[in-house]
């Protein structure tokens, strides 16, 4: 059978491999609410410049509406024939109402509608993607605020280095989240023009009102260049970019999870809700949710990169290449939003075990740092030096399997005269990390000045 869309001009039906390779409808029936959105638009935008009748448009709003709710209720029947989103719904509609529906499609092509119904896509998803960014910074947020004065080790090359709240290591991730928020409301922003009525790749000569569309559709404005309107996808990309940065600050602190949470850490302890047990190991508590959070980035990066390469080299204006936009980035957004929703549930059900954190804080020579300070600050050495009595005193410790903070003044003054009784009350880890009060160090107190502007700064970003 030809395709009645096009059978003027062609005589036979497609090869089966031809059908196959060329449908769309797989996955891009996902936009059919979009989709309608758009024709809704258009078709009131025909009538009320006298492009089709009011009666034909009626006709036609009311038959999309009806399809509408077929999909949503799941009684539509999409055909592999029919290659995509748009010809299935078309079809639709001329089953619905006979030949009028054919008049939907006066001055749009299948190039501006799904590069409409796309932006579209995107769009809904990154208002939903940023609303979740703001739930997981308002659950770090909420912890960071219980564990200000929670002392855990801080890290460099995963060796032990100085201490730092747990507090304000959470609010490092909220650090990285509202950048990755901002990428996604600056990607919107760009994104947020209609390519609708650049019809096939240059324009159209009936007297359509794009401005009109554009509004109905919540677009800023038109696009301003037709060819460019039917062959960017620089929004997709955009927006992975940004879906992508943000996975892989998610499988960072995933990472962590698995990490502090492995009895050699001890730090968190992971809820049966968000752990799985061992068939054959009965101790076993393992942290698939968040391996997987970790792992996930890789298919997300990926699928920015299979866009880019997909989008690298190709002539303006649309080519079929571009049909492979939407199962990546598909996939990338569906799986940002699983890990958003994982990590969030994750940090709002797993507990602490501050006694281990603090524990581990005070091994390892973490306030090495701070004696060297206090003989620059107190008895003041240059720090290369101090660094090198303090250097002395570590291995001093080391040898006799003890810290710091146990050697005898005796001892400290072989290593430098002029070190006194004082030094003992700069050796604890709480003294260390309340010591931290640099801007964005530390220090408890810094923690609970952070949630404070974070806790503001949320009902903003809630609306944003
Ligand atoms: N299914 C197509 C896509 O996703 C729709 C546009 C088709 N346009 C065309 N001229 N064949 O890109």
Redesign the pocket.
């Known amino acids: 059978m030809s395709n009645r869309m096009w059978g003027g001009r062609f005589g036979g039906g497609p090869d089966d491999i031809m059908e196959e390779i060329n449908a769309?409808i797989g996955f891009?029936q996902r936009l059919f609410a979009q989709d309608i959105r758009g024709s809704l638009a258009h078709c009131a935008m025909l009538a009320d410049n006298q492009i089709i009748s009011q009666q034909d448009a009626d006709e036609i709003c009311n038959g999309l509406k009806t399809i509408l709710a077929d999909i949503e209720a799941g009684n539509f029947t999409f055909s592999r024939a029919l290659?995509?989103i748009?010809m299935n719904i078309e079809a639709r509609l001329a089953e619905l109402i006979g030949p009028t529906a054919g008049r939907l499609h006066t001055a749009r092509?299948?190039?501006d509608?799904?590069a409409t119904d796309f932006r579209l896509y995107v769009r809904d998803t990154i208002d939903h993607l940023s609303g979740q960014i703001v739930a997981l910074i308002g659950a770090l947020v909420a912890k960071a605020e219980t564990h200000a004065d929670t002392i855990m080790p801080g890290f460099t090359h995963l060796q032990s280095a100085q201490p730092v709240t747990f507090g304000h290591h959470l609010l490092a991730y909220v650090e990285m989240l509202s950048r990755d928020h901002g990428r996604l409301v600056d990607a919107r922003k760009r994104l947020n023009e209609s390519p609708l009525g650049a019809a096939a790749l240059a324009g159209t000569g009936f007297p359509i009102d794009r401005h009109q569309t554009a509004e109905a559709l919540g677009f800023d404005r038109p696009t301003a260049n037709s060819m460019d309107s039917v062959s960017a996808r620089d929004f997709a990309l955009e927006t992975m970019s940004a879906a992508a940065i943000c996975a892989t600050h998610l499988s960072r602190l995933a990472e962590e999870i698995v990490v502090f949470a492995s009895p050699g850490f001890g730090f968190f302890n992971l809820p049966d809700a968000y752990s799985t047990g061992s068939s054959i190991m009965p101790q076993k508590r393992n942290p698939d949710a968040a391996e997987l959070v970790r792992a996930k980035s890789g298919r997300i990066i990926g699928a920015l990169n299979g866009l880019l390469i997909v989008m690298k080299g190709l002539p303006l204006a649309?080519s079929?290449d571009?049909?492979e936009d939407?199962e990546g980035t598909f996939n990338a957004l569906d799986s940002l939003s699983l890990c958003l929703a994982a990590m969030t549930g994750m940090m709002e059900t797993m507990t602490i075990n501050a006694d281990a954190m603090r524990e581990a804080a005070g091994r390892g020579f973490s306030t090495a740092t701070d004696l060297a300070d206090w003989l620059v600050r107190e008895a003041g050495l240059p720090f290369r030096d101090a660094h090198h009595v303090t250097g002395a005193l570590v291995a001093l410790a080391e040898a006799e399997g003890t810290e710091l903070a146990a050697l005898s003044l005796a001892q400290m003054q072989q290593a430098d005269a002029r070190i006194t009784e004082d030094v003992f009350t700069v050796l604890s880890v709480e003294n260390s990390v309340a010591s931290r009060t640099s801007h964005g160090g530390t220090a408890p107190d810094n923690v609970r000045a952070a949630v404070a502007v974070w806790t503001a700064q949320l009902a903003d970003m809630g609306d944003a």
């Open positions: 769309s891009d290659e995509d748009h092509s299948r190039n509608q799904v649309y079929k571009m049909q939407k």
